[in-house]
């Protein structure tokens, strides 16, 4: 199966920045999307960023110019740069990836633990 670790959370003041990476490992044959999604108390699991195979990317409106999504092939790793964060982005964040484990078999999602993101003063 696909393992999928999850970094660089915590809390951060208004304004400042944080970069998330998450890292997926295991039985991997090919990766598809990789992306992060994130809940905060009260609410629905929310899209927040999505990076396809070929480099293409789409964000939540609520984060366009501010985070930014990359990944690193070589590495199975995908990235959240956020800049100018908000007590609104306060919420556990969930790296999501899809991938196949075996040529012959469907691709799957895999999800991170999930990692806490706090902006406050």
């Known amino acids: 199966q696909v393992q999928l670790v999850e970094t660089g959370g915590g809390l951060v003041q208004p304004g400042g920045s944080l970069r998330l990476s998450c890292a997926a490992s295991g039985t991997i044959f090919s990766i598809n999307a990789m992306g992060w999604y994130r809940q905060a108390p009260g609410k629905e699991r929310e899209l927040v960023a999505i990076a396809a195979t070929g480099g293409t990317t789409n964000y939540a409106e609520s984060v366009k110019g501010r985070f930014t999504v990359s990944r690193d092939n070589a590495k199975n790793t995908v990235y959240l740069q956020m800049n100018s964060l908000q007590a609104e982005d306060t919420a556990v964040y969930y790296c999501?990836?899809?991938?196949?484990?075996?040529?012959?078999?469907?691709?799957?999602?895999?999800w991170g633990q999930g990692i806490q993101v706090t902006v406050s003063s």
């Open positions: 999501n990836v899809n991938a196949r484990i075996r040529a012959w078999v469907v691709a799957g999602n895999y």
